[in-house]
């Protein structure tokens, strides 16, 4: 599995201090039990976190510290644990939530919600799209969090493949398509809602709106 995108620095720190809330920890959670860089990564944060509080600094991580992190990690060869892959159809992240049904949105398109609760309305949801699968135009009123779990997709910002993380926010706007060959299943935090454009976002849009 190569994974080309990961999440930010800030959201590595924020999932490690567990000041990341529940809904978006869930998705990098799912990335992070894959990517053998961010779990070493979320490792030596929690390590740092941890030699804080004992010595009761109440400061925040600094960014220095952050980056001292990663170019120890990047020199670091003992990061090559096997990645967990779950073996049911989906993630573990999700293992303490009730996850409903697969139903279908659209042409090739499915989704599926677990039941997360969240302060500011982030929904956490699977969504499962056939090889060739164009999805819906669309922009964003708030984050959109990816992980990709199979299969893969493509849109301005490259190709996200098995375990890649992507963070979108209010100034995306994309129209993302699947990559022959492969179903494409996600695991998403989505806050805001989606702005979907053109008519078959309007079609789409009862559905997505969840
Ligand atoms: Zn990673």
Redesign the pocket.
Same mark, same amino acid.
């Given at each position: 599995m190569t994974?080309t995108?990961?999440?930010s620095d800030e959201t590595?720190a924020a999932f490690a201090s567990g000041t990341l809330d529940e809904a978006r920890s869930i998705v990098v959670a799912a990335?992070?039990s894959?990517?053998? $860089?961010? $779990?070493a990564?979320v490792h030596a944060l929690e390590q740092i976190g941890g030699a804080m509080v004992e010595r009761a600094e109440p400061a925040p991580l600094r960014a220095e510290a952050i980056e001292a992190v990663m170019s120890r990690l990047d020199s670091n060869s003992d990061v090559s644990a096997r990645p967990h892959v779950p073996k049911q159809d989906y993630p573990l992240a999700l293992s303490p939530y009730d996850v409903g049904p697969w139903r279908r949105i659209g042409r090739g398109l499915y989704w599926r919600k677990a039941d997360v609760y969240s302060q500011d309305g982030t929904r956490v949801f699977m969504l499962k799209a056939a090889p060739g699968t164009w999805l819906p135009h669309h922009r964003h009123a708030g984050t959109e969090w990816t992980c990709v779990l199979a299969g893969a997709f493509h849109h301005d910002l490259g190709r996200y493949g098995p375990?890649d993380?992507d963070e979108a926010d209010e100034s995306v706007e994309h129209r993302p398509f699947v990559e022959q060959g492969a179903t494409c299943v996600c695991l998403v935090a989505l806050q805001g809602g989606l702005k979907l454009q053109g008519w078959i976002g309007r079609l789409l849009q009862p559905f997505v709106r969840l």
């Open positions: 994974i995108h990961h999440p590595l990335h992070v894959l990517c053998a $860089r961010c $779990r990564t375990g993380f």
